[in-house]
């Protein structure tokens, strides 16, 4: 069985929603009563984000090598990103890394691939719906990305800075998502990624938005075991 590293704090709400994925997942799939080796290193959100928004990549792959290096020394076999944001610098982290990282946006792709749709609408951080992470990833597969209009991601990126990497979900907000995902199926989505780990903890005991949302976190932490299992 094979230990598992996270890269968490970024955001910490996900952080902890992924521990409980993963136990979840496990103790489903084994059903004898034993738990997952998890190791958490929780980073510091703050810098995280002042590096994305100054455009500061080579520096941000530079600290988040060593703090993947720090989960191999402690046994981890491999390492997972907690968060959509990071996956923009994803191949040079794999790079870099001591230990295989396990992609998000891969597992994401691989089950909407599976689920068989064609055009999936994206909601992320700004820096995620700009990136090219899910485009070209998505594209290999035959899949389109669509991304909201220019106001909607302004909309989508504040709340979640200000609220949701917070703890902070509101009703309001919630209403102000769907409306998004409303008119991105009318751009022709025919499913919506959930592409900020804060976000489906948002949107859980939503009214039904009428289309597919697909939950990156929970496509990513069932992945996670997977690979503990394999």
Known sequence: MKTVGLIGGIAPPSTVDYYRLII?????????GSYPQILINS?????????FEQNRLDELAD???????????????????????????FDELSRRSPIPLL???????????????????????????????????????G?????????????IHDAYMEQLVLEDFRNETREGFLAVVERL???????????????????????????????TARIHADRVVTEILG
Request: a positive charge; aromatic letters at 6%.
């Open 185 to 215: 199926k009318r751009d022709g989505a025919d499913g919506v990624l959930l592409a900020g780990t804060e976000i489906p903890l948002l949107m859980r005991g939503a009214r039904d938005a009428g289309i597919p949302l697909i939950d």
């Open 63 to 89: 600290w988040l090598t060593i703090e993947i290096e720090r989960l191999a020394r402690a046994g981890a076999d491999f390492g997972v990103l907690t968060s959509n944001t990071p996956h923009l610098i």
């Open 103 to 141: 992609s998000i946006v891969e597992a994401a792709a691989d089950a909407a691939q599976q689920q068989g749709h064609k055009v999936l609408g994206l909601l992320g951080t700004r820096f995620t719906m700009q990136g090219r992470a899910y485009p070209d990833v998505f594209a290999r597969r």
């Open 143 to 155: 899949m389109t990305i669509r991304v909201p209009s220019p106001e909607d991601q302004v909309y």
């Open 24 to 32: 979840a997942s496990y103790r489903e799939r084994t059903g004898d």
């Open 43 to 51: 980073l510091n959100l703050a810098r995280l984000k002042r590096l």
